[in-house]
Nanobody, 119 residues
Framework: QVQLVESGGGLVQPGGSLRLSCAAS????????MGWYRQAPGKQRELVAS???????NYADSVKSRFTISRDNAKNTVYLQMNSLKPEDTAVYYC?????????????WGQGTQVTVSS
């Protein structure tokens, strides 16, 4: 069974920075996509950023130029560097891992980490 363990959330002032980390453990197909989603109160969960094991990137327009996703394939770990944070970035951030084994699609979620941007 795959487990995703997130860390790095917290309270930060507007304009500040945070770095989220997510480590995946278990039996993981080497060709996969890892990413971050977020869900604010009363809103749907949305993609923040994702990165394939080959290095292909995808960002939400709202975070481009402020957030950077990276990963260490050897450690099955994905990071999200968040700069110039705004109050509207406040949400629970979820790590995601998905892949296709050739037979089945797999989709895993972390437990979520709270990010609060407030003065």
């Amino acid at each position: 069974q795959v487990q995703l363990v997130e860390s790095g959330g917290g309270l930060v002032q507007p304009g500040g920075s945070l770095r989220l980390s997510c480590a995946a453990s278990g039996s993981i197909f080497s060709i996969n996509t890892m990413g971050w989603y977020r869900q604010a109160p009363g809103k749907q969960r949305e993609l923040v950023a994702s990165m394939t094991s080959a290095g292909n990137l995808n960002y939400a327009d709202s975070v481009k130029s402020r957030f950077t996703i990276s990963r260490d394939n050897a450690k099955n770990t994905v990071y999200l560097q968040m700069n110039s944070l705004k109050p509207e970035d406040t949400a629970v951030y979820y790590c995601n891992l998905r892949y296709y084994s050739g037979t089945y699609y797999y989709n895993y979620w972390g437990q979520g980490t709270q990010v609060t941007v407030s003065s």
